[in-house]
């Protein structure tokens, strides 16, 4: 690894924003004797047009340093490729490190990035974006199209709209595909899954596994907030497929299908589909590297 060229994609108005001069220090001070460019993003997409370029330049590796949504980006910008994705997470979920074992202290992550191994997961793909943690409607999307709006990052503004749209959330019926199942439900939210965890240690679907070729579909029912209460905790410790309201299925492919526009997430990150959403999981498309001690 330590031959190979880096670049590293900074979002310079990520949540991390007050120490990003810290970040691009210590990755001279680690780096000084490494091959490596560091480049900002001005604008949404930004990262994945960078990293597509990264990879036809013989880049060995391109490191999204941001959030979840930096490195959404950078990482659909290399499915497909032999260069690797690097993490560098400095956001609030971080849930793709945090699936992956990566550690979230920035100069333990670059060691990481510096000295550890690659190993190849699967990329879903929802509609005409990819994914690879969660995506997802409902209740999750609609908590992510408001934090997206907001002035605010971090777990605690997170939490808060999460806590603000329950009181008011109603769910909107929907038809489920799932490969030989049609299901018509209103569901509290259905998430699709190729990692265990949305992020900040909230595991949706403790079975998942991001290199195993299947997603986990998780369908929620709706729930009163007492029942809401007394299981929010097994979400945070890997025990939410014990909730009698939350079903479980394992498929290659998806199809979430509603009237009118879809609302739904990859990553966190909102999107409107004006038809149904269709998913799928591309194994093995996508090289990270990941520490020495991981396994999956």
């Known amino acids: 690894m330590l031959s190979q060229r880096l670049k590293f994609i900074i979002n310079p108005i990520a949540g991390f924003r007050r120490d990003k001069s810290f970040i691009e220090e210590l990755i001279r001070r680690r780096c000084k004797n490494l091959d490596f460019t560091i480049v900002h993003t001005a604008a949404p997409g930004d990262a994945t047009r960078l990293a597509q370029e990264a ?17 959404n980006e950078t990482a659909s910008g290399l499915v497909g490729t032999d260069t690797a994705l690097g993490i560098l997470p400095r956001g609030s979920g971080n849930g793709l490190a945090r699936s992956l074992n990566i550690p979230l202290q920035a100069a333990q992550a670059l060691e990481v990035i510096c000295s550890g191994k690659e190993h190849r997961i699967d990329a879903g793909r929802a509609a005409h974006r990819y994914f690879f943690v969660v995506t997802g409607v409902g209740f999750d999307a609609n908590v992510g199209h408001k934090f997206n709006l907001a002035a605010w990052r971090g777990p605690l503004p997170y939490f808060y709209i999460a806590a603000r749209e329950f009181a008011n959330y109603q769910p909107e019926p929907l038809r489920l595909f799932i490969e030989d199942h049609v299901i018509d439900l209103t569901p509290f939210l259905v998430a699709i899954a190729n990692t265990e965890q949305y992020g900040n240690g909230a595991i949706i679907a403790p079975h998942a596994r ?85 396994a999956n």
Do not use: W
């Not at 036809?56 to 490195?71: L, Q, S």
């Not at 290199?211 to 979400?235: T, W």
């Open 210 to 294: 991001p290199d195993d070729g299947v997603l986990d579909v998780c369908v929620v029912q709706p729930m009163n907030f007492a029942e809401f209460v007394m299981h929010a905790p097994k979400l945070f410790n890997g025990t939410a497929n014990t909730v009698p309201k939350i079903t479980y299925y394992r498929s290659k492919t998806a199809t979430i299908e509603k009237s009118g526009p879809v609302l739904f997430h990859v990553d966190g990150e909102a999107q409107v589909s004006d038809g149904p959403v269709n998913i799928s999981v591309q194994p093995q498309a996508l090289k990270v590297i990941v520490p020495l001690s991981y």
């Open 55 to 71: 990879a036809t330049e013989d880049y060995h590796a391109v490191v999204a340093v941001g959030g979840d949504g930096t490195v």
